[in-house]
């Protein structure tokens, strides 16, 4: 077990790290953009380009914010509950957004095989297969999935989350 769950945490972390690799590819694509315009040159696609890049970062991220307790999260109701049904509270709210990211990423999973079925590119001058930057959501999708059935599995089996809360988030109260 303590290696599945290195593997999970290394996972998460990994995503996150993609993630911030994807924001900075947002400010060179923007960059070079900014260069191309002042030296009269044309850069086709950068602004696609840095758009794909935001998906990745967007959907790359959510499974490392969620258990970094960076996902807004009200409770409210579950800091005045009693520990039992403070539990059911969470396994249920853990299983429906399990529910949720499971649903997304099997109707993403889909939406990109078509798209790669039918060979669609983008409309921009960049002309970019669109399975490519859309597999990033099925992806993110399916690493979210995971941290939430394993935050559901440990809350079922040890009684509570895995999620941890950062300083500075505890320092604006809830």
């Not at 993110?140 to 941290?147: K, M, P, Q, T, V």
Request: with cysteine.
């Amino acid at each position: 077990m303590a290696a599945l769950r290195k593997s999970l945490d290394t996972l998460y972390v990994a995503a996150g790290a993609l993630a911030a690799v994807c924001l900075v590819a947002i400010l060179l694509l923007i960059v070079a953009q900014m260069v191309a315009r002042w030296s009269g040159a044309v850069f086709p696609g950068a602004a696609s380009y840095a758009g794909y890049a935001m998906a990745g970062a967007s959907f790359l991220a959510f499974a490392n914010a969620l258990n970094r307790g960076a996902h807004i999260r009200v409770s409210i109701l579950l800091n005045v509950l009693l520990e039992g049904p403070k539990r059911l509270v969470e396994i249920w709210c853990f299983a429906l957004g399990a529910a949720i990211a499971w649903y997304f990423t099997y109707y993403a999973y889909w939406f990109v095989y078509w798209s790669w079925k039918f060979n669609e590119v983008s409309q921009d001058q960049d002309a970019t297969l669109l399975w490519i930057p859309q597999s990033v959501m099925v992806v993110g999708g399916a690493i979210l999935g995971i941290a939430l059935t394993d935050n559901l599995l440990h809350v079922i089996f040890r009684g509570r989350h895995r999620m941890t809360r950062d300083i500075v988030d505890q320092s604006f109260g809830e």
